[in-house]
DNA sequence: ATGAAAGCGCTAACAC
DNA sequence: GTGTTAGCGCTTTCAT
């Protein structure tokens, strides 16, 4: 970064001002063709790269937008689901030119404990300097709060928690999904099915118990407490629901489960103690992550449109960056029947 | 970002000159205890936070390195070995606080082929306005090159491909890795062990590979050819190989399976066959990633230092920050052992 | 210990 | 079409 020509060097070099410079960057076409030329040739020459910090200085939006990740990193490496939620919106940031710098908020890198009252969160993002900020990952209350009161554009992956928020998101359409896949159990002529969920907290795991309260009861199907059990999103939870699910009920004949790690837990489990799928239980999973296609997998699942929710929750703060206010949306997913269901 | 209080907002609110809040901000030691505390005061009522561009127009570093990522941005997310690398690179530059710019190089996003000449690719990095850029994923041999005549520091994870490369970077020791893999499997008194590689094209797959035939020659085992087979790092070629492996020499007791999820491909297509692993076939796999450890896989591995090379990749950028010419370093990896050897 | 003033590299009126 | 000039918000001599 030493010794970079600036402007100046270049206005020198093609013999213009400053100020023919700084228009063949941004509006060459209020410049001469010839003028044009020559100082284009006189950059490459000095290897001219305009310094990002003076254009922003300007007003000039170099745009940037801020992947805010909560809960570890780690996650969003490695846990399937939000890998891919997380890839989807760069790839639409990408698209438009947009830089994306990722800020996760997981205790290994800025606790999200360290911002007690509002100001400081606020303020922590402010020096970022980023024009916007995609939410991924399970915000927190106090958090989404303060995010929704900031001036910066802000676009969230999943419904808010707090009720009436003012945020703007994009979130699958969870309820109308685990509807459709407890129905497409019930299609199949199930009539004993479990359901595996992803705990009390989360948004998106409440709304996926739903739709499994709600295609039962369309069916006039009673609801047996002891065949909802809690998960926790990890495969590990999964294997141990679906081991207390065959307890309660050896005769189960389905299992719909809140997402596909858990599915794949509890297909373990069943793989260990002989029983086949979808034979003698049918299960199905949600999210349709890249192991859910394995070929010794191969799990029937409700996927997300997840290129269409990255590039919405992408429009989204482009919007807000344009000055505009956003609506927020709710997208729908679609069955993927493979061999488990 | 409209409206914010600027440091004569400030000034003027605490009644002091532009230059006094400056000092309070960068070296309050100049300031009388005083005279900081009101001027502190106002920051907090002003909500003032410092524009990162204005700073940096100073020359003011406000650290930035870009996590430069070849190939598909997905795979980032999705491939257990690039996340897990990635995840350490980003704590570790957390922990400095060093703010980390994502570039994706992968065609989704900005495809490499893009840049055709030198200097394109250079001015598309230089643009990015970062003091320092870690490599990850698989560089190509240009780039490379490239990338190693640039005055902003890089660091890469892994060994450059082009013989002789002034390029830093920080690997794990694979040579030894795998030679201590085959070793482990031959201390099992394995005698017919064969290879699944990663291919010809990578460093890692062809160190791994060397240290499987250092490893058998040390004994003065035969290298038999048919019981090395390429695969492609995927679980699928893994169980490919597998099979072929099985058709070469149905008599084999031990596979080293290039990395995690090949062995885990392997490893399911001895399931589906009723082989019993490590009885029949003893498996090691290399890398430690998280799907190794699942309880349904427990897979024998060689783990990387994690940590320790994206402390390491971070400490290289950040001596080439400080204008030192930082050293490449390899790390040692280590023999997990679980339940398949 | 504090203030005044000159830039950092660029953009955007406003003149010519 | 092109040049002149005044900032953008901050840091940093140099005075006082």
Not at 48 to 73: I, K, Q, S, Y
Not at 123 to 136: E, H, I, S, Y
Not at 147 to 166: K, N
Not at 181 to 195: D, F, I, K, Q, Y
Request: glycine fraction near 10%; hydrophobic fraction near 45%; proline fraction near 4%.
């Amino acid at each position: 970064v030493a010794g970079r020509a600036k402007i100046e060097d270049v206005a020198r070099h093609a013999g213009v001002s400053k100020a023919t410079v700084s228009r063949v960057l941004n509006r060459p076409e209020l410049v001469s063709a010839a003028t044009v030329k020559r100082v284009r040739r006189a950059m490459e020459q000095l290897e001219f790269t305009p310094n990002r910090h003076a254009r922003a200085l300007n007003g000039f939006r170099n745009p940037t937008v801020g992947l805010l990740f909560f809960e570890e990193l780690r996650d969003l490496f490695v846990n399937p689901f939000w890998g891919a939620a997380a890839a989807t919106v760069y790839e639409s940031l990408a698209a438009r030119g947009i830089d994306c710098s990722v800020i996760a908020l997981g205790s290994a890198g800025y606790g999200a404990e360290r911002f007690s009252s509002h100001s400081s969160f606020e303020q922590f993002l402010q020096t970022r300097n980023v024009d916007g900020f995609v939410l991924v990952g399970n915000v927190g209350a106090d958090q989404e709060a303060d995010l929704a009161s900031m001036e910066t554009p802000v676009a969230m992956w999943g419904r808010p928690s707090v009720p009436g928020s003012t945020l703007t998101y994009v979130d699958s359409d969870n309820l109308s999904g685990s509807t459709e896949a407890v129905r497409h159990l019930l299609g199949l002529g199930r009539r004993r099915v479990g359901l595996i969920t992803g705990g009390p907290r989360l948004v998106a795991s409440r709304d996926r118990r739903d739709g499994y309260l709600r295609a039962l009861s369309d069916q006039g199907l009673p609801v047996v407490d002891t065949l909802v059990v809690d998960g926790d999103f990890t495969s590990a939870s999964g294997r141990r629901a679906m081991a207390e699910l065959l307890d309660a009920d050896p005769g189960l004949d389905a299992v719909f489960a809140s997402n596909d790690e858990m599915a794949i837990g509890a297909l373990g489990l069943l793989r260990d103690r002989g029983m086949t799928v979808p034979d003698d239980i049918a299960i199905i999973g949600f999210d349709n992550t890249a192991a859910a296609s394995a070929p010794d997998v191969n799990l029937t699942t409700m996927s997300h449109a997840y290129a269409e929710v990255g590039s919405a929750l992408v429009e989204a703060v482009v919007r807000g960056m344009a000055g505009e206010k956003p609506s927020s949306r709710l997208i729908a997913t679609s069955l993927v029947r493979r061999a488990t269901a």
